[in-house]
Each structure stands twice: as structure tokens, then as C-alpha cells.
């Protein structure tokens, strides 16, 4: 086997360039400003700024509206990931199944993953709106009452659905993957053994899936907290009522609406904290429980 040489140490850190100047662009140079301004209290044209050390995250943590909308996220962040990683797992299995046409529906079930979250959200406002969507106007003939623009819980249901289905691709992916992976002769071992269909997923399939799902589990909280802006934006914009207002949601909105830089800059920096935090508690207690 032909082995090929870098002489120097040049060459590495010069194919390494791009990305670390991408990233320190794009990641921490965004990043250290809003620990800057978390601690400045500016006028909202940004003509004059204050020191006023950690007030504005105090502020933050007091406010029982940003309480609230903490406990909202938490419970819509479960919820997009426990909802996209079942819906994914269940299609891969599907998928991985020798059918005719296996590899039409693989990649027609990819393609959402490429839907832009404004777009998506367009696709289920023609869904579920009350007057012109599809399923709204079905449930509202049938006598059932729907209109998630006046109804906190609808509304909250449908930008839970439409994130969910828009990670269910992602997901899909690496499932599949990992379905193709598992060597046959182990399940072969197991159908001989005695095990059925549903015995063999449970007790040789998903463990073997386990670093899979433990990866797609941290990934998809993360896209719960800060991807799914775009969709939140365009079906609901946070109502009714706040209704749908999660954490980054609403940083965007004493940021951009209030004009409020100080307060939007400390929501960030703690919404990207508690991140952190859930992602080291679980790397250190659910990674334990992962068969590699």
C-alpha cells in the first residue's frame, strides 16, 4: 500500500486554515461579543453603553416571563427530539428491509432534511391554518374546534410537529446507517436462538444502535434550542400569547424587537450555558449506559 508524506508541519495547518478561520468568524468571534455586551446596559441605537457587571443576568434570571419561557423550552425540547428520533428509528427500520422500490422511498424520505425551516414552516402553515390549510379546515368541518393563532396549546403542538418533521431526515440518515452496520450473522444467530422480529430489535438491534442514538439524542436537543428559530418565526412568532416563545426565541425578541442588547446578550449567553451543561450531564451519566 502506497503511503504518501508530509515533510514540514506547514502544509497540516495551511489544510486546516479554512475551517478555523470559518469557525472563528462565524462561532467565536459572534460568541465573545455577547459575553461582551451581556455586561453593558446600551441605548437602543447603540450610541452609549454602560458597565453594569452581571445586572442584566440577574434581570434575566428574576424575570418570571423568561422563567416561563425556560420551562417552555424545555418541554418543547423534549418533545422535537423524543418525537423526530422515534419517528426516524421507525423509518430506517422500515427502510432497511429488502421491498421493492427500498431505494425511491430512502431518498424521498432524505429530502426534507434539505428544506430550508422558513420553508418548512410555509409547508404546514398550508396544512393547519384554520382557513386554508388542509387538515384546518377538515378539522373545523368535522366540528372540531381548531385555530392554533388563538390557541396557545394548538400552537404549540404544530411547531413541535413541523420541527420535529424537519429533523426526521437528519435522523433517518444516520439510523439507516447504522441499521446497515449491524452484522447479519448476529441477528441470523439470534432468529435461530428463537428470538422474533421484536425480541431481536430490543435486545440485539438497539443496543448496537446505542452510540447512534446517544449522538442524534445530544444533536437533536441542540437543534431544539437554536435551530428551530426559522419555524417558530414563521408559524406563530411566538404566540399566542407567548405561547410558543422559547428561549431563543425570545432573546431574538428583546434583542431585535425591544431593542434591549444588554438583556438579549445575557439570554444568549445563558441559553448557551445551559446547552453546554445538558450536554457535559449527558456524555457524563447517559453515555454510561451506551454498548460501543
Not at 403542538?157 to 444516520?174: D, G
Not at 428463537?194 to 438491534?205: C, E, H, S, Y
Not at 446517544?214 to 408559524?235: E, K, P, R, S, W
Given at each position: 500500500?502506497?503511503?504518501?508524506?508530509?515533510?514540514?508541519?506547514?502544509?497540516?495547518?495551511?489544510?486546516?486554515?479554512?475551517?478555523?478561520?470559518?469557525?472563528?468568524?462565524?462561532?467565536?468571534?459572534?460568541?465573545?461579543?455577547?459575553?461582551?455586551?451581556?455586561?453593558?446596559?446600551?441605548?437602543?441605537?447603540g450610541l452609549s453603553s454602560q458597565f453594569v457587571g452581571f445586572?442584566?443576568?440577574?434581570?434575566?434570571?428574576?424575570?418570571?416571563?423568561?422563567?416561563?419561557?425556560?420551562?417552555?423550552?424545555?418541554?418543547?425540547?423534549?418533545?422535537?427530539?423524543?418525537?423526530?428520533?422515534?419517528?426516524?428509528?421507525?423509518?430506517?427500520?422500515?427502510?432497511?428491509?429488502?421491498?421493492?422500490?427500498?431505494?425511491?422511498?430512502?431518498?424521498?424520505?432524505?429530502?426534507?432534511?434539505?428544506?430550508?425551516?422558513?420553508?418548512?414552516?410555509?409547508?404546514?402553515?398550508?396544512?393547519?391554518?384554520p382557513d386554508i390549510g388542509l387538515f384546518g379546515r377538515a378539522?373545523?368541518?368535522?366540528?372540531?374546534?381548531?385555530?392554533?393563532?388563538?390557541?396557545?396549546?394548538?400552537?404549540?403542538?404544530?411547531?413541535?410537529?413541523?420541527?420535529?418533521?424537519?429533523?426526521?431526515s437528519y435522523n433517518f440518515i444516520f439510523f439507516l446507517a447504522?441499521?446497515?452496520?449491524?452484522?447479519?450473522?448476529?441477528?441470523?444467530?439470534?432468529?435461530?436462538?428463537?428470538?422474533?422480529?421484536?425480541?431481536?430489535?430490543?435486545?440485539?438491534?438497539?443496543?448496537?444502535?446505542?452510540?447512534?442514538?446517544?449522538?442524534?439524542?445530544?444533536?437533536?436537543?441542540?437543534?431544539?434550542?437554536?435551530?428551530?428559530?426559522?419555524?417558530?418565526?414563521?408559524?406563530?412568532?411566538?404566540?399566542?400569547?407567548?405561547?410558543?416563545?422559547?428561549?431563543?426565541?425570545?432573546?431574538?425578541?428583546?434583542?431585535?424587537?425591544?431593542?434591549?442588547?444588554?438583556?438579549?446578550?445575557?439570554?444568549?449567553?445563558?441559553?448557551?450555558?445551559?446547552?453546554?451543561?445538558?450536554?457535559?450531564?449527558?456524555?457524563?451519566?447517559?453515555?454510561?449506559?451506551?454498548?460501543?
Amino acid at each position: 500500500m502506497r503511503r504518501t508524506y508530509f515533510r514540514g508541519v506547514g502544509l497540516p495547518y495551511l489544510l486546516l486554515a479554512p475551517q478555523l478561520l470559518v469557525t472563528a468568524l462565524f462561532f467565536f468571534w459572534p460568541a465573545g461579543q455577547a459575553v461582551y455586551q451581556s455586561f453593558l446596559r446600551e441605548d437602543a441605537f447603540g450610541l452609549s453603553s454602560q458597565f453594569v457587571g452581571f445586572e442584566n443576568f440577574i434581570d434575566v434570571l428574576g424575570d418570571a416571563d423568561w422563567r416561563a419561557a425556560a420551562a417552555r423550552t424545555a418541554v418543547f425540547s423534549l418533545s422535537v427530539a423524543a418525537l423526530a428520533l422515534s419517528a426516524a428509528l421507525f423509518l430506517a427500520v422500515q427502510a432497511d428491509k429488502h421491498i421493492r422500490g427500498a431505494g425511491a422511498y430512502r431518498t424521498l424520505l432524505i429530502w426534507p432534511y434539505a428544506v430550508a425551516p422558513a420553508i418548512a414552516a410555509v409547508l404546514w402553515l398550508f396544512m393547519v391554518h384554520p382557513d386554508i390549510g388542509l387538515f384546518g379546515r377538515a378539522l373545523n368541518a368535522l366540528g372540531v374546534p381548531w385555530d392554533y393563532k388563538l390557541n396557545g396549546n394548538q400552537a404549540l403542538l404544530v411547531v413541535i410537529l413541523a420541527s420535529a418533521w424537519k429533523q426526521v431526515s437528519y435522523n433517518f440518515i444516520f439510523f439507516l446507517a447504522g441499521l446497515q452496520g449491524i452484522p447479519k450473522p448476529v441477528l441470523e444467530a439470534a432468529a435461530i436462538d428463537g428470538a422474533g422480529p421484536v425480541r431481536r430489535f430490543w435486545t440485539v438491534v438497539f443496543p448496537l444502535l446505542s452510540p447512534t442514538a446517544f449522538f442524534l439524542l445530544v444533536v437533536n436537543l441542540v437543534y431544539a434550542c437554536f435551530d428551530t428559530f426559522g419555524v417558530i418565526h414563521a408559524l406563530t412568532q411566538g404566540g399566542p400569547g407567548k405561547s410558543t416563545e422559547t428561549l431563543i426565541y425570545r432573546a431574538y425578541t428583546d434583542g431585535v424587537s425591544n431593542l434591549n442588547l444588554g438583556s438579549s446578550a445575557a439570554q444568549s449567553v445563558i441559553l448557551m450555558i445551559l446547552v453546554i451543561a445538558l450536554t457535559v450531564v449527558q456524555f457524563r451519566f447517559v453515555e454510561k449506559k451506551v454498548h460501543y
